[in-house]
């Protein structure tokens, strides 16, 4: 594949951000007195944010009057925690290392705001390694609009059609799609039970985070 920049969504697709999540998760419901949610269940649920966590473990819609509270709470506790298990999915590095030999900049647009985002990529080293990190902060309007996407071509002196794109949820791809990037489902993320990834219309479906190097560098 010939292209510029490759860039990546972050929970699910780049990172392995789940284990830390439900770690947060699980402390917070024990000391609710609430017993804890298996990893397989929460997991899926990661892709809809920390709303979508409470929602999970604590039954509670986001019009319930503690849901704000208890959000807050969980987020804390997150935090705290960012990137105790944190870590990139099997295979990347090899993918980042093969873009820094090749002078190839990469970089991240993800829905995760900056404070959780800066620092759990500071945490792992990546924050200086990537040519572009765009948040919600950065943007009028974010995934699925494709605003984030020419921010992150704007910052990397990138055509989209020199772009590749990479994420784990239908707004990741509708974004890429309309930026005009070349994109790839990631099916190794946080993609729920319900959700048929080949009707997402990305330009390339992968099954595991293994296989993107050779897709992209065919070695």
């Not at 292209?3 to 780049?14: E, H, I, N, S, V």
């Not at 017993?35 to 473990?57: C, F, H, Q, W, Y």
């Not at 239908?170 to 959700?195: F, H, K, L, P, Q």
Request: aromatic letters at 8%.
């Amino acid at each position: 594949m010939i292209f510029q920049t490759l860039l990546f969504d972050l929970d699910g697709t780049l990172l392995d951000t789940a284990p830390d999540f439900i770690s947060a998760l699980n402390t917070q419901l024990l000391s609710h007195g609430r017993d804890p949610i298996p990893d397989s269940a929460i997991r899926a649920s990661v892709t809809n944010g920390s709303a979508g966590l409470i929602e999970k473990g604590f039954g509670i819609s986001v019009d319930h009057a503690l849901f704000d509270s208890i959000r807050e709470e969980y987020l804390d506790l997150y935090f705290d925690n960012i990137a105790v298990k944190t870590a990139l999915f099997s295979g990347l590095r090899q993918v980042l290392d093969t873009c820094a030999q090749r002078n190839i900049p990469w970089g991240i647009v993800t829905n995760k705001p900056w404070k959780y985002t800066s620092a759990v990529l500071d945490q792992l080293s990546l924050l200086d390694m990537a040519a572009t990190v765009i948040c919600p902060d950065h943007v009028q309007q974010p995934k699925p609009h494709p605003e984030a996407m020419m921010l992150a071509c704007s910052e990397t002196s990138s055509l989209p059609k020199d772009c590749i794109y990479i994420g784990d949820h239908r707004r990741d791809i509708d974004a890429g799609n309309a930026a005009g990037m070349v994109t790839i489902a990631a099916g190794w993320g946080y993609i729920e039970a319900d959700e048929d990834i080949n009707s997402w219309n990305a330009d390339f479906t992968l099954a595991n985070s293994s296989q993107l190097h050779q897709l992209l560098f065919n070695q």
